[in-house]
């Protein structure tokens, strides 16, 4: 009997050779094209950083949790995206293969790890697409209305279980499809519409800094935690989810032209842009207005209008529509990559796998995706998908933050074009600050995370512990 539970055990802690991995980016009909650039690679990290996090995050959490040190809250949060981040930095430019940290866990902790990250990151990126399109919704529905005059019919733009109910969620559903479509084209293609959109909204949070800036009245940032620091520590953890996009920049390493370069400048280029503007936002918003009336869902237009700025107002709508639409096509991005990469290994079916002999993308998962988001955008209310928080990524960035420790003992002469500095200071420290976003979390989302878990390691145990490639081979 402990020879078969000791078998089990290693079944389960076999992890994959990088070889291995390298060798099946290359196998022919499951392999990805390489048009990803440097630049590219940045913007689809600000495409899915800055979005709802700059637009709708700061007000909400200044008001409920942090008041000004919502600034410092920016701060905690970044600081634990930063040594997650370097460490993505590490593995991606080692092991630039699609699939992000479920590549990584599989590659350094075993099998059972890459499927938990990987599990958790399709319910992270699921979720999080389904609110964007909503939110999406509800700004295109208001814009609509300032702009042309026309009340879209409430029926066709709410959820039966809104406060407000309709039928369904029209828009929604018809931003997804369209950039369900646009990824099917082909990643070269969507990551220039994405640069695009970029452009747009980063002109658009300049103008509100440049507009504001000289309105800041330095009194109303005190007293700077009102809610205490436990305050700034819960609003830190709920802001964590405005960072999480440079996670979508490693699910597209394989993608990359020359990734052990792009790949760590694609990464902390994104993050530190999208720090720099979280916290001069933050700053602005809570020095201009105070704190405690910054609980709507468009704070940025807030303070323009307590400015007397109107007119701004309409400018700040189309780049929340823009970066929300940012958001959204990256989120749609990433999770087919994730999907594709374990369908590739057999964990999942191997029709998910399956790459288009023309745009070169993975189209079935892609479309998947799509198709699932698009008919949960139109019935979930915003506020329910709202409430499932960050903490399946949160594990997911520990697991990585170990792998690169793991690593270094154990495979030490692997080539590493990018190092993590102040080794292992920086690893530990993620693990540490990731694990306390964790235990900031209420304990709504550790239900339903450990439900989430469960279901997963059900549908492993009965397909993918058999069926994945390791298994058959053995």
């Not at 970044?78 to 630039?96: F, G, K, N, T, V």
């Amino acid at each position: 009997m402990s020879g078969n539970r000791g078998g089990l055990f290693s079944s389960l802690m076999r992890t994959k050779p990088l070889g291995q991995l390298m060798a099946e980016t290359e196998a022919e009909g499951k392999r990805l094209r390489k048009t990803l650039r440097v630049w590219d690679l940045i913007a689809i990290g600000i495409g899915c950083i800055i979005g709802v996090g700059i637009f709708v995050l700061p007000g909400v959490q200044a008001a409920k949790n942090a008041g000004p040190g919502i600034m410092l809250s920016f701060a905690i949060a970044a600081a634990a995206c930063a040594c997650s981040a370097l460490c993505y930095a590490e593995l991606a430019a080692m092991i630039p293969v699609a699939g992000s940290a479920y590549t990584y866990g599989y590659a350094t902790l075993g099998e059972i790890f890459a499927w938990v990250i990987g599990w958790d990151l399709i319910l992270e990126y699921m979720v999080a697409a389904i609110l964007v399109s909503t939110g999406w919704s509800a700004y295109f529905v208001n814009l609509f209305q300032n702009a042309f005059g026309l009340a879209l019919p409430p029926e066709l733009t709410a959820s039966p279980w809104d406060k407000a109910p309709g039928l369904f969620n029209l828009p929604a559903v018809a931003i997804v499809l369209l950039l369900m479509f646009l990824l099917v084209r082909g990643i070269k293609e969507s990551s220039r519409v994405n640069l695009g959109i970029v452009m747009v909204k980063l002109a658009v949070i300049l103008f509100f800094i440049v507009a504001a800036f000289g309105h800041v009245d330095p009194a109303k940032w005190h007293p700077f935690m009102p809610f205490g620091f436990s305050g700034v520590m819960r609003a830190a953890a709920i802001v964590f989810l405005a960072y999480v996009g440079f996670d979508a920049v490693s699910t597209t390493a394989e993608e990359a032209v020359n990734p052990q370069r792009d790949m760590p400048l694609g990464i902390m280029g994104s993050l530190a842009i999208a720090t720099v503007l979280y916290m001069a936002v933050a700053a602005i918003m809570t020095g201009i207005v105070p704190y405690q009336e910054l609980g709507v869902a468009d704070p940025i237009a807030l303070v323009l209008n307590v400015l007397k700025m109107p007119w701004a107002s309409a400018v700040i709508s189309v780049g929340a529509l823009a970066g929300i639409t940012s958001v959204l096509l990256v989120l749609m991005m990433g999770q087919p990559r994730i999907i594709f990469s374990m369908s590739r290994d057999g964990l999942l079916p191997s029709a998910l796998s399956r790459v288009h002999a023309r745009f070169g993308t993975p189209y079935l998962s892609t479309l998947m995706t799509g198709l699932i988001v698009a008919a949960a955008a139109a019935f979930t209310p915003i506020d329910v998908s709202s409430e499932l928080c960050s903490i399946g990524t949160l594990f997911a960035f520990m697991i990585v933050c170990a792998g690169v420790i793991v690593l270094r003992y154990t495979r030490k002469d692997i080539s590493r074009p990018f190092k993590v500095p102040l080794f292992p200071l920086l690893p530990a420290l993620g693990i540490v600050l990731c694990g306390y976003l964790m235990a900031s979390l209420p304990a709504t989302a550790w239900l339903r995370f450990i439900i989430w878990l469960g279901i997963g390691l059900v549908i492993y145990a009965a397909y993918g512990f058999s069926n994945n490639r390791l298994a058959r081979a053995s």
